[in-house]
């Protein structure tokens, strides 16, 4: 079991910056990969980005590539998102979930989700 926790979102002018961290506590494996995904007001949940665990490898969404930065300290057990030149577009509640290896598409555990507005 694995347990997830946002923290970091808020309100921000467009062109701003926000780092999310999430929190990982229970029983991690160095294949896990950590996973960030936003939805927007009547809209799905889409992909942000993506860290494996252990070698750091990371994805980007193409709406976001450029301007967010995942990243991970092991030791401390947290993923951080570092979101740079927001945009109002970016409004959204943020999740961080993950799932047990690269190779599946579905992720087991997710996070109550963080708040990120942009304003214009």
């Known amino acids: 079991q694995v347990q997830l926790e946002e923290s970091g979102g808020g309100l921000v002018q467009a062109g701003g910056s926000l780092r999310l961290t999430c929190a990982v506590s229970?029983?991690?494996?160095?294949?896990?990969?950590m996973g960030w995904f936003r939805q927007a007001p009547g809209k799905e949940r889409e992909f942000v980005s993506h860290i494996t665990w252990s070698g750091g490898s990371t994805y980007y969404a193409d709406s976001v590539k450029g301007r967010f930065t995942i990243s991970r300290d092991n030791a401390k057990n947290t993923v951080y998102l570092q979101m740079n030149m927001l945009k109002p577009e970016d409004t959204a509640v943020y999740y961080c979930?993950?799932?047990?290896?690269?190779?599946?598409?579905?992720?087991?555990?997710w996070g109550q989700g963080a708040q990120v507005t942009v304003s214009s």
């Open positions: 979930a993950v799932k047990r290896n690269v190779y599946i598409n579905e992720y087991d555990y």
């Open positions: 229970g029983r991690t494996f160095s294949s896990y990969v």
